[in-house]
């Protein structure tokens, strides 16, 4: 049902097209706990809050702690994990729900820290849109309809069900559909879903000609609720404790650089997303931090697990490090 266009994504977690693997020097160096340059793969989602793990690269955080980060597409958290598992990449940043269900089935993936969250008030960084064929402008009325998310059975679904279910409307008639960020356009407009979840900048693109913005999932849920989160496995933290610990602590400095650098964080996504400038200058940015909200990431769990997404309540003792 895709539609790939210039610049989609790759389908699966273990592909090894590289999307970026740019750095450069920092003016002010950090000791690393090691003195040794190593290389990790980190998959990734090429959407905007991306910008900030493309615009700290660029900037030479993570090798001031002496890592080479290559950063490899993926379409969803839960794709990820059988690249993690395989050992294809070392880290991931993506939704809590890979880490979820890999928690129970006892995979070993452990959370180290949160990447970006979502906005509490004002434009989100993520919406549902419909197109203006749909005639879909309120949250009920996407009861029945065909939805598309970038993978099934996780926040986006869950949280448009919630808010479908809050509004009076009957969440279990909505046919979810799995699409690729940029592929949700095309789909739209051929008619082959009437909605679509998507995060900036194809929100503001579709938006923009002319379809609808219906609603932010997240607001209507659990406003703030994290976005991506930055995980690994447990293999890889009993044979390089030291890689992770470095990892751990670049990627914090680096979402620290992101706030305090918009203007870079927006170049990054123009070098990095074939989207306008105008877009790029303009599109919400997530609240880019490490620091996990734990009782956001639970609530969003029990919602999960109360909608039938979710068979169980993972064991949140062992999905954090």
Request: hydrophobic share 45%.
């Amino acid at each position: 049902m895709k539609n790939h266009l210039p610049w989609g994504v790759a389908a699966v977690a273990a592909a090894a097209l590289i999307l970026t693997g740019c750095s450069g020097p920092s003016s002010e160096p950090v000791p690393s706990g090691s003195a040794e340059m190593r290389t990790v793969r980190v998959a990734a989602l090429p959407i905007v809050e991306t910008s900030a793990l493309w615009g700290a690269i660029g900037a030479g955080i993570f090798r001031d702690h002496n890592i080479d980060v290559e950063v490899v597409p993926a379409q969803g958290g839960a794709q990820a994990i059988p690249a993690l598992l395989s050992g294809d990449v070392q880290f991931a940043v993506g939704q809590p729900f890979g880490p979820f269900r890999a928690q129970l089935q006892d995979l070993g993936i452990v959370v180290l820290s949160n990447y970006a969250s979502s906005l509490e008030t004002g434009p989100d960084v993520n919406a549902v849109v419909s197109s203006a064929a749909s005639g879909i402008t309120t949250i009920a009325g996407l009861a029945g309809k065909r939805v598309s998310v970038n993978s099934l059975g996780a926040a986006g679904d869950v949280t448009i069900m919630a808010a479908v279910k809050a509004a009076g409307g009957d969440p279990t008639t909505i046919q979810f559909v799995e699409v690729a960020f940029p592929d949700a356009k095309a789909q739209l407009d051929a008619g082959n879903i009437d909605a679509a979840w998507v995060p900036e900048p194809f929100v503001s693109q579709i938006v923009g000609g002319g379809g609808n913005l219906v609603m932010y999932p997240y607001q209507q849920t659990i406003p703030g609720l994290p976005l991506l989160v930055n995980y690994t496995t447990n293999d890889l933290i009993k044979s390089d404790p030291q890689l992770v610990d470095d990892f751990t602590a670049a990627m914090s400095e680096a979402l620290d650089w992101a706030t305090a650098n918009e203007p870079l964080v927006r170049q990054a996504i123009k070098d990095n997303l074939q989207v306008p400038e105008a877009v790029a200058d303009h599109v919400p940015l997530p609240h880019f931090t490490a620091t996990l909200d734990k009782d956001k990431i639970e609530k969003l769990a029990h919602l999960a697990v109360d909608l039938g997404v979710l068979p169980s309540l993972p064991d949140f003792t062992k999905m954090y490090r």
